[in-house]
């Protein structure tokens, strides 16, 4: 993992968010299957029509180590992107993590394999491997636009989109806001005084 990206893994994606002025943030219902799973990587991106995960495989076969498959499932609920299998494959081959505008299958044995997916849920029904769709293509996931080599991270929180060429910048700015609110924290959660002391002055 680049050193930079081993930050934003780090940062907690509320930061980043702030630092976004919370412009990129994937829609909420997209969360981790587990609270403890986390992210950061760049996106290798899938578009699929509703109900074909094909592009997933070739997602994960062209895909290089450390990217995070960012698929646009155009939000089905009914027909699942990947199971235990296919999230078992990405996870040999060292995809970071897969995140779904849709649903996956396979709970259970998805959360055994301790590998992070975000998802707006989990049905029953496969997919169709019809063969449609694109890989590494410009995609909307969760109302956000997202360009191949993006970065995103992802924790308990839900999951944000740097835009490669101001991942610098953002990084400064999450990290001063880091800072800020463990200053902040410090400064007023030492005791009921210091609590009541930051209100009195957050409204004089």
């Not at 050193?3 to 930061?15: A, V």
């Not at 970065?151 to 740097?162: E, N, S, T």
């Not at 400064?187 to 005084?193: C, I, M």
Request: glycine share 8%; hydrophobic share 45%.
């Amino acid at each position: 993992m680049e050193k930079w990206m081993k930050q934003f893994y780090d940062l907690p994606t509320t930061c980043i968010s702030d630092a976004l002025n919370g412009m990129n943030n994937l829609d909420p219902s997209i969360k981790p299957l587990q609270d403890s799973y986390k992210v950061a990587g760049r996106a290798f991106t899938v578009k699929i029509p509703a109900g074909d995960n094909t592009m997933v495989l070739k997602a994960i076969k062209e895909a290089s180590p450390g990217d995070v498959l960012v698929v646009d499932a155009k939000g089905e609920s009914y027909r699942a992107v990947a199971g235990d299998f296919v999230v078992s494959l990405a996870q040999k081959l060292g995809i970071a993590g897969i995140i779904v505008d849709g649903v996956i299958r396979d709970l259970i044995g998805v959360r055994s394999l301790n590998f992070p997916v975000f998802s707006k849920g989990t049905t029953v029904a496969a997919s169709f491997k019809n063969g449609a769709g694109e890989i590494n293509v410009p995609i909307s996931c969760g109302g956000v636009s997202i360009t191949p080599g993006d970065i995103i991270v992802g924790d308990a929180d839900g999951v944000v989109v740097i835009p490669q060429a101001d991942a610098e910048k953002v990084l400064e700015k999450a990290l001063a806001k880091l800072k800020k609110d463990e200053q902040r924290e410090a400064s007023a959660l030492q005791d009921e005084a210091s609590a009541r002391k930051y209100l009195e002055d957050l409204f004089s």
